[in-house]
């Protein structure tokens, strides 16, 4: 195995605990919360966030590395921005960053 191909399955697994972590989040009820359209819409956001992670983890496996690491490193730090779930965030923010040392790894 090549040095792009470990780091890429690095960050497929890292982008993968990432999505997967998010996409429990949003399926989580806390509490005594009211169903309203501001928490549909919220938890509808933060799904698209979770599915777009698994997706540019996927990209990573498939040997598209720069596509891969730029949709895992945007959806983190919108994550992060929109405060949803700092740990997922980050992951992705790394599974971003490996994506792209990927892409300059030798062959």
């Known amino acids: 195995m090549s040095e792009r191909r470990i780091l890429a399955i ?3 697994i890292i982008g993968l605990v ?7 989040d949003t399926f989580q009820l806390r509490g005594n ?5 501001e928490f549909v819409l919220s938890r509808l956001v933060e799904l ?3 599915l ?4 540019g983890s996927l ?3 498939r040997e598209k590395y720069a596509a891969g ?16 779930d700092t740990t997922s ?11 792209l040392v990927a892409t300059q790894a030798k062959t």
């Open 18 to 24: 990432a999505g997967v972590l998010l996409l429990v």
């Open 89 to 99: 965030g980050a992951l992705a923010v790394v599974s971003g960053i490996l994506g």
């Open 52 to 55: 777009g992670i698994l997706f």
């Open 48 to 50: 698209v966030l979770a």
């Open 59 to 61: 990209l990573l496996f």
């Open 10 to 12: 690095v960050g497929l």
């Open 69 to 84: 690491s730029f949709i895992n490193l945007v959806l983190g730090i919108v994550t992060l921005i929109l405060a949803y």
């Open 33 to 37: 919360q009211a169903i309203t359209w």
